[in-house]
T-cell receptor
Framework: DGGITQSPKYLFRKEGQNVTLSCEQN?????MYWYRQDPGQGLRLIYY???????QKGDIAEGYSVSREKKESFPLTVTSAQKNPTAFYLC??????????????FGPGTRLTVL | RKEVEQDPGPFNVPEGATVAFNCTYS??????FFWYRQDCRKEPKLLMS???SGNEDGRFTAQLNRASQYISLLIRDSKLSDSATYLC?????????FGAGTRLTVKP
């Protein structure tokens, strides 16, 4: 089965803790993305990576960090510096072709709650 | 001004109705366009891409108007299973911008 997996599905964090969200894909996609979704808002880009060992900040990168050591994996760490981390986190991947219809495929998401 | 704007709804329609959603975007250089469907507490899933000439997939028709910078989605003969949030997505150079979504509820 090809696809994107995220774990855990639900995560509870105490204030001041760092937590890491997992994202793995076996679609052989070059690009991977992390989004955050809050109620009533569109998805907002946190970080993205188009190649192994390289990644770029999105619109709301503050308080987050990522790594891309393998093509298949793009973990996201939510640090204690993120002031309002409670949200639904979505990982996505896509092929890369300039100007073409590079639809993104999403994992099932991780719902993070800060206690 | 938001980059991608949608009427949030909710749209409440009876089974069998025809319903249309519009979406406007601000970047005139946008290259590709999509409609995604998102069920409650689930991930978005691609419904259809939107091509310049307009395209149809069963009961769903998507249109693109580049001059006016808007995209539309028409759903004919609505089913209960069409109840979901529909996200408009606009891409420029692999940078996807998402609308906040339009909520549709189809009632018996």
């Amino acid at each position: 089965d090809g696809g994107i997996t995220q774990s855990p599905k639900y995560l509870f964090r105490k204030e001041g803790q760092n937590v890491t969200l997992s994202c793995e894909q076996n679609l052989n996609h070059d690009a991977m993305y992390w989004y955050r979704q809050d109620p009533g808002q569109g998805l907002r880009l946190i970080y993205y990576s188009q190649i192994v060992n390289d990644f770029q900040k999105g619109d709301i990168a503050e308080g987050y960090s990522v790594s891309r050591e393998k093509k298949e994996s793009f973990p996201l760490t939510v640090t204690s510096a993120q002031k309002n981390p409670t949200a639904f986190y979505l990982c996505a991947s896509s092929i890369l072709r300039t100007g073409a219809y590079n639809e993104q495929f999403f994992g099932p998401g991780t719902r993070l709650t800060v206690l | 001004r938001k980059e991608v704007e949608q009427d949030p709804g909710p749209f409440n329609v009876p089974e069998g109705a025809t319903v249309a959603f519009n979406c406007t975007y601000s970047n005139s250089a946008s290259q590709s366009f999509f409609w995604y469907r998102q069920d409650c507490r689930k991930e978005p899933k691609l419904l259809m891409s939107v091509y310049s000439s307009g395209n149809e997939d069963g009961r769903f028709t998507a249109q693109l108007n580049r001059a006016s910078q808007y995209i539309s989605l028409l759903i004919r003969d609505s089913k209960l299973s069409d109840s979901a949030t529909y996200l408009c997505v606009v891409n420029y150079d692999n940078d996807m911008r998402f609308g906040a979504g339009t909520r549709l509820t189809v009632k018996p």
